[in-house]
Every structure is written in structure tokens, then in C-alpha cells.
């Protein structure tokens, strides 16, 4: 048994914030992140949960696929800013979605957690555990940025993308590849909270995300151009006949690097940064959703997925429409 996305969703906050609006409260310019990202705009969660996102996305997926709700057997959701500690936002969608036959879990793998849960997804299914998934990547990090450090808020946006992955005669998925490196862990950084049970001693402090760009920026040109080409040998496939690559959407310049190094026309590469920002775990799944929206991936289409982030770690698929 194989597995193929049947069915895609997303949803974004309904507050827009332009590069414009945070020079109106910060020290920076519409010049600086465009040119260095080219980020244009975000969407920011101001009455969103992540919840309410994460089912909006679910119920278009789960409409687009034909599948209800109960026939679920698995909901898998990549997150690392869920509304709660406990239950995981999987569990939340769950009740949201009244999925009462599903098995629902978490992955933390930041901006990679998309493709894990993917990957994740395809093993339950290629194994016959489970016949009927639904994944989901979605992120509100503005509560997880220090919004005095403007050399990381600026970067980030909220928002949530779904797919449903079905059993298939036929393959969807061709070929996964994924690594890890968490001896670089520090480049992209967030800890949890400080333990303060009665026995430590010393002030809680809350933290954010902090990031090292220049060592991010290195490790992803350097390490997604390798996975991809990887996975797309691994499907026994070249380069060019690939359609479309769906990248995490962290950066123009990595993006446009990855095109180089691969030499693969930009005009492959679909973005939507310039109005959404890196949405970490949602990243992935709001382009995809976007892109079919949009009617760009026909039947047969040969298409990449890949993610890449803290761990540091990353992940590539190549999958057939
Ligand atoms: N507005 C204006 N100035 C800013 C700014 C902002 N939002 N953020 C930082 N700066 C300033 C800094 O204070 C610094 O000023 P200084 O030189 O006077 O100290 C200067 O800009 C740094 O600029 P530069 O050296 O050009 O930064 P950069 O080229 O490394 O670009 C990133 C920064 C973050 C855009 C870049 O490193 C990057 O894209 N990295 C990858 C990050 C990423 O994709 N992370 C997510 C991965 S999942």
C-alpha cells in the first residue's frame, strides 16, 4: 500500500501587518526586510487560536478529499506554539472536529514539522496501521517572538495548512528523505519554561525565539539543495522532471540560492512570503494548499515538498499529484 495527498486546506488570521505598519512601532523599513527576505507583509493571530485555524484548514482538506471526520484514523499536527502545554493541539482538533475514531499526536520540529508529520503519515499507511490521516502544520509564533528584537519578529507570520493522505494502489509519495543536527541547536533558539518547583532557586524568566540569521542562512543553502536532490534520486527521478517545488518559505535569497545550486528555474518555485512571512510548520502546508487553490498541480504533476529549520533539521519529499 502507498499514499497520496488527497485534499488540502489553509487558513490565515484575519489581521494583515505590513512591513509599513511595524516600522510604525519598531525601528525598521519596508527596504531592510524586503530586500533581505523578501517578506512584504504577514498575517498576525489577534482573536485566532491555533485550534480554530488548524480546523478551518482540516475542514477544507477533509471536504476537498471526501472523507468525514469519523473515518480518521490518525491526526498528526507539527507545532510548536500549540494553544496549551496539554492536550496537544492534535488532541484540541480532535474534539474540534468531533474525529472520534482518530489516534492524535504532536511533532516538534519547527519549521520542518510538516514534512515529519508527512513522512510520518506515509510510514502508518505504507505499514497498514492506518488508511485515513490527517496532517497539519500551523504555528502562531508572534506569541513566541520578543517583539523588542526586530531582528527576528519581522520575520515571522501565523497561520495553518492541512492535508488529508489516503491509502493508494498508486503512489503519491515517491520518496522521502530527513536529517537532523542538534549540535547546532543554539542558531535557532526558544526555551521552554524555567522549572521553579520548590526546590530551585533563582527568578522564572519567560523566553523567546532567538536565532542566529547567518548561521541559519548557511546551513539552509547548504543542506536543502543536498536533500532534495537526494530525494529526487531516491524516487529515481532527475531534477528536471520535477514541476513544482514547494520549499519552506523563510527567505527569497534561500530560495532563489536553492534554484541556483540546483539549476532549476526560478518560475518553479511558488512563494508567498511577500503576504505570509515564514509561518514555520505552516509554511509548507499554506503554499501547497495555495498552489492547488490555485489549480497549479494537474494530475501526474512531479512535485517536491521540503522544510528545513531548528534542530537544526530538515526534510524533502517528492510526491506525484
Ligand atoms: N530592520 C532594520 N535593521 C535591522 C533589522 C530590521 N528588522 N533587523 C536587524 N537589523 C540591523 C541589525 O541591527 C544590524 O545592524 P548593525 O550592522 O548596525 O549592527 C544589521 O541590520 C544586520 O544586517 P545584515 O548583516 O545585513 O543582516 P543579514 O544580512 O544577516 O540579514 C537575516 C539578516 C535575518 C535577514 C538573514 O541572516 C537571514 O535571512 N537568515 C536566515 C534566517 C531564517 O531564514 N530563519 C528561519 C529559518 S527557518
Not at 5 to 11: E, M, Q
Not at 32 to 41: E, L, N, Q, Y
Not at 57 to 83: C, P
Not at 115 to 120: E, G, K, V, Y
Request: hydrophobic share 40%.
Amino acid at each position: 500500500m502507498r499514499s497520496r495527498i488527497c485534499g488540502t486546506g489553509s487558513a490565515l488570521p484575519k489581521r494583515e501587518v505590513t512591513n509599513d505598519d511595524l516600522s510604525k512601532i519598531m525601528d525598521t523599513s519596508d527596504e531592510w526586510i524586503k530586500s533581505r527576505t523578501g517578506i512584504g507583509a504577514r498575517h498576525l493571530a489577534v482573536e485566532e487560536t491555533l485550534t480554530q485555524l488548524a480546523a478551518q484548514a482540516a475542514s477544507q482538506a477533509l471536504q476537498e478529499a471526501g472523507v468525514r471526520s469519523e473515518e480518521l484514523d490518525m491526526i498528526i499536527a507539527a507545532t510548536l506554539s500549540a494553544d496549551n502545554i496539554l492536550p496537544s493541539l492534535s488532541c484540541e482538533l480532535q474534539r474540534e472536529l468531533g474525529a472520534k475514531n482518530a489516534v492524535a499526536f504532536d511533532i516538534n520540529a519547527a519549521c520542518s514539522g510538516f514534512l515529519f508529520a508527512l513522512q510520518t503519515a506515509d510510514a502508518y499507511i505504507r505499514c497498514g496501521q492506518c488508511q485515513k490521516i490527517l496532517i497539519v502544520g500551523g504555528e502562531i509564533l508572534s506569541k513566541m517572538v520578543d517583539w523588542n528584537d526586530r531582528s527576528t519578529c519581522v520575520l515571522f507570520g501565523d497561520g495553518a495548512g492541512a492535508a488529508v493522505i489516503q491509502g493508494s494502489e498508486t503512489p503519491g509519495i515517491l520518496s522521502s528523505v530527513s536529517g537532523s543536527d542538534g549540535a547546532k541547536g543554539e542558531a535557532l533558539f526558544c526555551k521552554n519554561r524555567e522549572n521553579h518547583n520548590p526546590y530551585v532557586k533563582g527568578a522564572t524568566e519567560v523566553s523567546y525565539v532567538s536565532m542566529n540569521g547567518q548561521e541559519v542562512y548557511k546551513f539552509a543553502v547548504r543542506t536543502v539543495p543536498k536533500a532534495i536532490l537526494e530525494a529526487v534520486n531516491k524516487a529515481g527521478l532527475l531534477i528536471e522532471d520535477i514541476d513544482l517545488f514547494v520549499l519552506h518559505q523563510a527567505n527569497m535569497r534561500i530560495i532563489e540560492s536553492v534554484s541556483k545550486r540546483l539549476k532549476v528555474p526560478i518560475e518553479k518555485f511558488p512563494v508567498n512570503l511577500e503576504t505570509c512571512g515564514n509561518i514555520s510548520a505552516g509554511s509548507v502546508p499554506v503554499l501547497l494548499d495555495a498552489v492547488n487553490q490555485k489549480g497549479m498541480l494537474k494530475k501526474g504533476d512531479k512535485i517536491v515538498l521540503a522544510g528545513f529549520g531548528a534542530g537544526l533539521s530538515w526534510g524533502a519529499c517528492v510526491l506525484v499529484w
